[in-house]
């Protein structure tokens, strides 16, 4: 459905709730009114009702013959019944006597017998009609009784029908154009609404509707946050294949040349041939060492979009690693390259266990040495330090002496092919995506990475794991 039909739905649906009120209210009113008028016009009719019987009753006791009083009576419409205190009708205004029933039990000629005078009402054969009846004894005994038919609440309707029509008509008219108008005004703070700026309409629209207007407002920053995400990400898969596609391109062409230059039989010199093999060698291990790092982070990726109970499908299960004997294992591993670069490595280690994925805890330290080898200075150092901090929290730092780090780049050397030395990056060797690594190793075992460094006077990065639960042996 559109917005323009669900705005008109909604009008006609509160349009129609209150012209329902409207006539609900219209017809309980003259409903109310014709009860109301019923009730007082039955009260005045039966009290002259009893000033008459008690008058008939007067003249009756000062007579010696009752029936042809009551005979000669004119009682505008009004019935007359006389009867013995046996019950039996000596005389009707309307009914032969001697066919009427006996009256003992009717409830106002019985407490006339009992108490001197009695009343009561009973609904009459006519439809929307009662009978009032008033009865008194006499000084004889007998009980004269007058009854009077009054209008019921229908026959005051019927009778006033047409006025009542004619009132329903206005009060319908009225009640019409106040609908109208009434449900307009309600729907008119909701067609203002302005659903892309749902704050600015906090003072404008009713209470009731701030849970949703800040519900929608919520969603919206929501939808903002994940397009930015979603934009960011983007842009960083461009940039990401377009530094892959560059840093691949460069072993290649060089692999690609020194070979065609080795099959074109150009390179008759033996020592050339070895030179022109040990640059291809030293290439190719490049470009290996770079797709193991994209087949690392693309890992790493997946892992961070995936759940804990699949992320052990890709990067492998978790187990308790020994941090001082897995750090003095890297010393080894990089020892003839910190030796090739003058650099001395120095442990400084205490006991630490981490729960985590082997491999990755693995390439996290490694990285972060080879990184300190590879931007120091000659004669430098690289510290390589492990414990467990006052918190409890194991930690990894690793400190050298090297070129040190500018202030303004040190929140963007963890980004993906960001090196600091851009003028002497390819002599220092390295793919750009050691420290990417290392922060989405970080990340994915719960870790803060903390860096500290000063330019010509080196940097100092640690690793701080969350505090481990063990597994029992």
């Known amino acids: 459905m559109s917005p323009i039909g669900s705005k008109k739905s909604l009008f006609r649906r509160v349009f129609a709730t209150i012209f329902c009120i409207a006539l609900l209210v219209v017809a309980i009113f003259t409903l109310a009114g014709a009860g109301y008028l019923q009730g007082n016009v039955a009260r ?14 007067a003249s009756l006791n000062e007579t010696v013959d009752d029936i042809t009083v009551l005979e000669r009576l004119s009682l505008d419409g009004k019935r007359v019944t006389l009867i013995n205190p046996d019950g039996s009708v000596l005389y009707d205004s309307e009914e032969p006597a001697e066919e009427m029933e006996n009256h003992a039990n009717r409830p106002e000629v019985a407490d006339a017998i009992e108490t001197g005078s009695g009343s009561s009402e009973r609904s009459s054969s006519t439809l929307g009609e009662i009978m009032l009846y008033e009865a008194v004894r006499l000084d004889n005994g007998t009980v004269v009784r007058l009854a009077q038919e009054q209008d019921g609440i229908l026959a005051i309707l019927a009778s006033m029908a047409l006025p009542i029509v004619l009132l329903a008509v206005v009060l319908l008219l009225v009640s019409f154009v106040a609908a109208r108008r009434s449900a307009s005004s309600i729907i008119a703070p909701l067609l203002e609404v302005d659903l892309d700026h749902p704050k600015r309409n906090s003072e404008d ?24 995400v979603l934009a960011d990400n983007d842009r960083m898969r461009r940039e990401f294949t377009a530094n892959i596609t560059h840093e691949l391109k460069t072993p290649l062409t060089t692999i690609s040349g020194y070979a065609e230059l080795i099959a074109g039989g150009m390179v008759a010199d033996e020592a050339d041939l070895r030179d022109f093999g040990s640059r291809i060698h030293r ?14 982070l693309s890992n790493l990726d997946e892992a961070e979009r995936t759940d804990s109970e699949n992320s052990a499908d890709v990067l492998g299960s978790t187990e308790p690693v020994d941090v001082p004997r ?37 390439e996290l330290a490694y990285n972060l040495v080879s990184n300190a080898i590879r931007y120091n200075l000659p004669g430098g150092s690289v510290t390589l330090s492990c414990g467990i901090d006052e918190g409890g929290h194991p930690y990894i730092q690793v400190i050298d002496t090297g070129i040190g780090i500018a202030p303004e780049e040190q929140d963007k050397v963890f980004e993906r092919f960001y090196r600091v030395d851009k003028s002497r990056s390819k002599a220092r060797g390295g793919t ?14 719960g870790a803060s990475i903390d860096l500290a460094s ?14 481990q639960e063990l597994p029992e042996l």
């Open 44 to 57: 005045v009719t039966r009290s002259e009702l009893r000033d008459e019987t008690r008058i008939v009753a």
């Open 454 to 467: 000063e330019l010509g006077m080196g940097t100092c990065i640690t690793v701080t794991f969350p505090v």
């Open 205 to 228: 629209v009713y209470s009731e509707m701030e849970p949703m207007l800040n519900r929608i407002e919520s969603q919206r920053q929501e939808l903002k946050r994940q397009m930015r």
């Open 326 to 362: 897995m750090l003095e294992s890297i010393s080894q591993r990089l020892e003839q390259v910190a030796k090739k670069a003058d650099v001395t490595i120095l442990l400084e280690t205490k006991p630490a266990m981490v729960v985590g994925v082997p491999r990755l805890l693995d």
């Open 283 to 296: 290439e190719a291990g490049r470009l290996t060492s770079l797709v193991n790092d994209i087949l690392t």
């Open 432 to 445: 750009g995506l050691g420290l990417a690594i290392v922060k989405h190793a970080a990340v994915y075992h």
